[in-house]
């Protein structure tokens, strides 16, 4: 891959050279097959355009200084689609055909993963979809999954240093007992209007209340959340939160490296009582937090002045980065080597 300057690659899209596919048709899912175009033919009445029947995950394959390339806990992506899909009444695809179809799009387009020493890293995007025609609102008979990826660049252009984030009540991006579990479309398209909104204010996202009560810290609109108090890595429980495999991996870490977990309701008031705050999440890892502006209340919780993220935020970013990439033991075995 000459040409490349693996490290400046921006976080969006570049063409590979192949993507792999797998319909479920008659009750079944077919065979993997190998795809060179970018382009899906749908009926104009798939239930994906329609109602929503559209699930998608996203995980990332990592080039080890060893030369060894390394994916980051697919099993728990495959295990959380299956989730998706009875949320929105989509087939299930068995963890097995997600695994193979994984590990076959990064063989198949090995020459993308960025190396080692640039700082970037494959970006795989399983997608979910309804193509069976229906007009009624019911779910489709057939579906279509695909696999692609793109070589990205890291999360922060900067290097690893905070942002502010601001609270805005008048916004959801998903209702108690609504979506907001599962990862589907539907919940970031409810998000961007907000997330618009809060970029031309100058900040990095917006950090939701719980819908019912706006009481509660819900999560930002692509990262769950989290805040450290003294020896304790505190994050929000709700019926609305996605759960995030970067956030389930950070909580193991925590209690490995002896910090007290609790997951639990947080109230807003509880923001001030916090020494360093971030969201996290595959594409960024750990994004610390500089700080919450309430723009409804008009009140601000400062946790950096100088940009640096606190010394947990970072020990949490480099430990989990470390496994990911292979320099630190993965005593988990959350990590699959692509032979």
């Not at 795809?35 to 033919?41: A, D, G, P, T």
């Not at 956030?247 to 209690?255: E, H, K, P, T, V």
Request: charged share 25%; proline share 6%.
């Amino acid at each position: 891959m000459e040409n490349v300057n693996w490290s400046d690659l921006s976080f969006g899209y570049m063409k590979t050279d192949y993507n792999v596919r797998c319909c479920y048709r008659n009750g079944k899912w077919g065979e993997l097959e190998v795809s060179s175009s970018e382009i899906i033919n749908i009926h104009m009445a798939a239930t994906c355009l329609h109602y929503g029947q559209e699930a998608f995950e996203g995980l990332k394959a990592f080039r080890g200084k060893d030369g060894k390339i390394r994916v980051f806990r697919m099993d728990e992506n495959a295990k959380r689609m299956q989730s998706s899909s009875r949320g929105i009444m989509m087939a299930e695809l068995p963890v097995e055909i997600f695994e193979e179809a994984v590990r076959k799009v990064v063989k198949l387009n090995e020459r993308f993963i960025p190396p080692y020493e640039s700082g970037s890293s494959l970006y795989i995007r399983p997608l979910l979809i309804g193509t069976g025609a229906q007009v009624g609102v019911k779910p489709a008979d057939e579906y279509l999954f695909v696999v692609f990826v793109t070589p990205v660049g890291p999360y922060f252009k900067g290097g690893f240093k905070t942002s502010p984030v601001c609270i805005m009540r008048n916004y959801d991006r998903a209702a108690p007992h609504g979506t907001g579990t599962i990862k589907v479309g539907g919940n970031y398209a409810a998000s961007m209007v907000a997330g618009d909104k809060a970029r031309k204010g100058g900040y990095a996202a917006v950090l939701y209340l719980d819908p019912k009560e706006k009481k509660y810290i819900d999560e930002c609109g692509p990262a769950n959340f989290f805040g450290i108090r003294g020896n304790s890595y505190i994050t929000p429980a709700s019926l609305s939160i996605l759960p995030s495999i970067t956030n389930m991996s950070l909580i193991q870490i925590a209690q490995d490296m002896g910090l007290t977990v609790e997951r639990r309701p947080v109230p807003i008031e509880e923001l001030s009582t916090f020494d360093e705050a971030a969201e996290c999440g595959t594409a960024a890892v750990i994004a610390p937090i500089s700080q919450i502006d309430d723009l409804d209340e008009n009140k601000s919780y400062v946790y950096s002045k100088e940009g640096n993220p606190g010394p947990i935020c970072e020990r949490l970013y480099n430990k989990l980065r470390g496994i990911q990439y292979g320099d630190e033991p993965d005593v988990h075995g959350w990590v699959r080597i692509i032979e």
